[in-house]
C-alpha cells in the first residue's frame, strides 16, 4: 500500500474519495472488481441519481445496524452495481470497512459515516463506468502483435442520455 502511511488521511471528503480508490487499487483483490455488463446496462438504464439513493439505501440495509445480520456474508457478489462497487471499496461489511475505513464495528453506523462510504461506492462506479468501453486486456502492441489483427474496440454509444454523462 504505497499511499497509506506516506500522507495522512485527508478529512475533506472528495479528497478522502480519491486517497482511498488509491489506497484500494493497491490491493490486487480490491482491484479486480468490475461492473458487469448487466451492472453497466442497470446503471445507465437508472441514472445517476437512483444508483446514489440506491447505495444510500444498501450501505444502511446491509452494513449500517450495530450487527448486521450474516455479517461478512450479506453483500452479494453480483445483481446490482452497488454490490460490485461495495467489494470493490471494501464497503461490504463491518469486518472490511473497519479494517480499511478504521470504523470499529459494534455500533450503528452514522449518517455521516453512510454518505461518506457512499460517495465513495459512487465514486468507484463512476471511475468505471468512465473506463468502460476499454479493454485493459487488450496485447500491448509490439512487432510480433503488430500484425495480428486485434479486435475492433467497441465503439463509443453515441449518447443520447439525459442525466450524467457517465451514466
Ligand atoms: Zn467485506
Redesign the pocket.
Known sequence: MPIEGTTPEPTDEPQWVMWTLQRLSGSPFRAKFRLSDADLAYARAKGRVTIDRHAHEMLRARVGDARPIKD?KQ?PWKGHPVFTA??AT????????MRWHHIPKGRPLTDAQIDRLAALVMAWIDRDLCDHPMQPQLPIETAASAATPVESPRPKPTSTATMDPLF
Open positions: 461478512g453483500t461495495q467489494h471494501a464497503t461490504c461489511c463491518r469486518g472490511c470497512i
